[in-house]
């Protein structure tokens, strides 16, 4: 896999009460992905972000979800759809997303 493609895989961490529930008991991290990556892809991202806190990932769920349709007065808009990542670590390993800020 081409290291420049999988620094674009992940886009973003969701943060959200689910995800904070599903990190304290199942020790899973959530983000948001391209909508084309496979989980290969995502399980190779995930652990070449992350290597300095030596990260190694378990399994990786996928979920696509559908963008809700909305209205503004009488005009009809979409959102976008999006991908999510589930991300299981192995053993007691944990992502710190603050780690080098001052």
């Known amino acids: 896999m081409n290291q420049e ?3 674009k895989v992940i886009l973003a961490p969701v943060i959200s009460e689910k ?3 599903v990190g304290e008991t199942r020790k899973q991290v959530v983000f948001e ?3 084309d990556a496979t989980k290969a892809e995502i399980k190779a991202a995930v652990e070449l972000l992350f290597k300095e806190q030596k990260v190694e990932v378990s399994a990786v769920n996928v979920v696509n979800v559908k963008g809700k349709e909305k209205r ?3 005009f009809i808009g979409k959102r976008k759809s999006i991908k999510k ?3 299981s670590l192995k053993g007691d390993g944990d992502i710190n997303f ?3 800020v001052a």
């Open 85 to 87: 990542a589930y991300v």
């Open 5 to 7: 493609r999988l620094m």
């Open 33 to 35: 992905v391209l909508p």
């Open 19 to 21: 995800a904070t529930l």
């Open 72 to 74: 503004h007065g009488r």
């Open 98 to 100: 603050v780690e080098g």
